[in-house]
């Protein structure tokens, strides 16, 4: 398991980072009317890698992209594949949805959010009444460790601190419904489907649980829960039995190291967060201790006023949109020097094995298992898996695979990764006999995979397919490829051939 200290510091490294880096240009933030809020697919798509800008990008444009507020349709690219490819399994991890603070700034007043689910409260959802119904019987399933006594739904009049929001749950029932459209055509789960074919996993946060529950819903619904499983990760980094890994946690601390360097250097940001701290008449230590960003994003993306407080002549003193976005730029700023010195991406790459070799593992086992019955069968291997994870998950994940162009993980983010096996060869065509050894080799050039962020297919942006030549008869990458980059290539950012050797080699 991540020890204390470095769970401690991977909050504190991500807290000071909680956001994309580059604009959505095409968003507009809080329309009045709730449109869009099922699974049609719209013109507009939300870029997942940066577009060419020539002036630097708008702090307060990239804070309204987190929010991710649903309220217009979204396209997804899940499902997508050259004629007659066969869908053979999808893992998915999500973000959990939007969330209450997990921060109080002292002396203010907490946004007003109800954090209880209604059908007459915008955003809303189709399903959102049939969801609550059918969570109440979430009972009849299975739950591992303690998350049977995790709530289902959010239930607070007065969000209590991390609480997942209407928002959130809306988010992820549009996440699940999107996916369902996008599969439903590929068979990829049988009405009768077995308890082993669908694997859930969450942390043990509520605002997981329930977004994964959210999740599910939308792409199962009035799913069986008695054939349901839910399985408790002790760790955010998803590392099961292999969490012992001394060298992630030094490269962990050297990279918070780097990112208080460039933070106390920043001479705009510190008056900035003196004139906050004057304003509130608190002590500058006690705003950074408050970690005011993350109350103020739910401000933001909640379209509630920054916080104000009384002073002594009688007006108000309040935090401003425009120190807001001197702390955005700051965090900007803070990316780029990130993947400049590159200590990030020598953790993530420690920090992201156990649940790559997982997936990896998971697909060898499905193509095998297809190999041998030439479809799924009841009770075979796990065709989909969700992750319920966080943003401190995701964003070692897409650094891992090489992503790190891609924007911070929003809320209600999604990395996707789908196993396709190429249709048999053309009829007619001379058969040669062939020796185990190819046919095996033959059996793994049928196998590809793509992967999918927030929709967008970003599966040669990745490191292990970044090159490789796209070319008409073989249009996808091969799953090959992904698996030496997991067992042996990966390592190679840190001067290793294996997870072993790069965890528990002593410092040179």
């Keep these: 398991m991540v020890s204390a200290v470095a769970a401690h510091l991977l909050l504190f490294l991500v807290s000071g980072n909680l956001i994309p880096t580059t604009p959505i240009l095409e968003e507009r933030p809080f329309q009045a009317a709730d449109r869009g809020v099922g699974v049609a697919l719209g013109k507009s798509r939300k870029r997942v890698f940066p577009v060419p800008h020539t002036q630097e990008p ?81 009972g009849r399933g299975h739950w591992e460790s303690t998350l049977a006594s995790v709530p289902r739904l959010p239930n607070h009049s007065a969000c209590e601190m991390g609480e997942l929001t209407q928002t959130g749950v809306v988010q992820h029932l549009r996440n699940g419904q999107l ?75 050297e990279e918070q190291r780097r990112q208080y360097r460039l933070r106390v250097s920043d001479t705009e940001l510190e008056r900035t967060y003196a004139d906050m701290a004057r304003t509130l008449g608190l002590l500058n230590r006690q705003l950074r201790a408050a970690n005011p960003i993350d109350s103020l994003l739910c401000h933001l993306c909640h379209g509630i006023s920054f916080p104000c407080v009384p002073l002594a002549n009688g007006t108000s003193g309040c935090l401003t949109m425009a120190q807001f976005a001197v702390i955005r730029r700051q965090q900007l700023d803070d990316e780029v020097d990130r993947r400049r010195v590159g200590l990030y991406r020598k953790y993530a790459i420690l920090a992201m094995y156990p649940y790559l070799n997982r997936t990896a593992a998971k697909m060898e086992r499905v193509a095998k298992d297809n190999e041998a019955d030439g479809q799924h069968r009841a009770g075979s291997e796990e065709v989909f898996t969700l992750s319920s994870a966080h943003d401190v998950t995701m964003a070692p994940l897409l650094s891992a695979l090489g992503l790190e162009e891609a924007r911070f993980p929003r809320f209600a983010a999604r990395v996707v990764f789908e196993l396709w096996k190429s249709p ?50 073989q249009p996808l990458c091969p799953l090959k490829n992904f698996l030496s980059f997991v067992r042996r290539d990966m390592f190679s950012v840190v001067n290793a051939t294996s997870y072993q050797e790069a965890c528990y080699r002593r410092p040179g």
């Design 58 to 138: 708008n702090p307060i444009s990239e804070a309204y992209s987190y929010c991710n507020t649903p309220n217009r349709s979204e396209q997804a690219w899940e499902g997508h594949s050259p004629a007659d490819y066969k869908l053979l399994s999808v893992q998915v991890m999500i973000r959990h949805g939007d969330r209450y603070p997990l921060y109080y700034i002292p002396k203010t007043k907490r946004p007003a959010i109800d954090c209880t689910l209604s059908i007459s409260r915008k955003p809303s959802h189709p399903l959102l009444n049939s969801f609550i119904r059918h969570m109440a019987q979430g």
């Design 424 to 473: 048999p060869a053309m009829q007619g065509q001379p058969k040669k006999r062939a020796g185990k050894g190819e046919k095996s080799k033959a059996k793994d050039e049928e196998l590809f995979i793509r992967v999918l962020y927030n929709g967008e297919d970003v599966t040669f942006h990745t490191t292990f397919c970044r090159s490789h030549d796209r070319h008409a008869s």
């Design 179 to 253: 996916l369902h459209q996008a599969y439903k055509r590929h068979n990829l789960l049988p009405s009768d489907w077995s308890p082993r074919q669908v694997w859930v996993e969450t942390t043990g946060k509520s605002r997981t649980l329930q977004s994964g529950l959210a999740f599910l819903y939308g792409f199962l619904q009035d799913f069986d829960w008695t054939k349901l499983t839910t399985r408790h990760q002790w760790s955010t980094l998803f590392c099961g039995s292999a969490c012992d890994c001394p060298a992630r946690n030094r490269y962990l601390e």
